[in-house]
């Protein structure tokens, strides 16, 4: 079983109770390390950059952790290209550990913010590609209709509002469940095959609430998504064409 967990912040009111600094970074996974009963985790990542604090001062710590047995590995996630880029080369100069995975948020109706600069650092500097969202907050789903999504409830529901309810969504979810019925899939398995195909996807990240919809998930593992399919949905979702 591989364990993965995050440094997030903030955490609280205090200044060394959010943020990446040393002490932070050490109590936050001193923390998990109790929560998860383990006395090792395989990835940690950073939730988020932290301008306050020098990416020197939270390499060092995480190298440290790595050295004394409590991490394997370290990523990042939420991070700008240049911060990024930043960090691996920190790594480099200070011989420290360095963020060997990166988690973007990354699906058919989200590809510029990584597609843009991040895709091409990870395929340089050989950092594995986590997405997170892949299936839009349960938009690619097909579970929302058109005109609809601001009558449903709850935060989720909200949050696809604000980041989807527009005509270039609702046109990549259109194609998305043509080409699910097309091979007598899902809109799930549709849209996360697509992203299994990228090359520089390690693994997307699922956010299943059952058991039901972790079956609808792995259906991406067995849907087949012909190369005039995978065309399709490519010119329906890029990203080239806004703005």
Known sequence: MIIATKVYQPMG?????RGLSRKHVIEALEASLRRLRTDYIDLYL????????SIEETLQALDDAQRAGK?????????????????????EVGHTLRFDCLEPHYN???????????????????????PYS??????????????????????RAGSVQRRYDQEEAWRVLSAVEQIAQESGSTPAAIALAWLLAQPIVTAP??????????ESCLEALRATVTPDQMARLNAASTWEKEG
């Open 13 to 17: 009111e205090q200044p060394n109770d």
């Open 46 to 53: 950073a939730h988020a950059f932290d301008a306050e604090t």
């Open 71 to 91: 991490i394997r590995y370290a990523g990042a996630s939420n991070y700008p290209a240049w911060r990024f880029v930043e960090a691996l080369w920190k790594a």
């Open 108 to 130: 058919l109706v989200h590809r510029a913010e990584f597609e843009r600069d991040l895709q091409t650092i990870c395929q340089q500097y050989q950092v594995a590609v986590l």
């Open 134 to 155: 892949p299936l839009a907050n349960g938009f690619l789903t097909g579970k929302y209709r058109r005109g609809q999504v601001q009558a449903a409830e709850g935060a």
């Open 205 to 214: 990240i699922l956010g299943t609430r059952s058991v039901q919809q972790l």
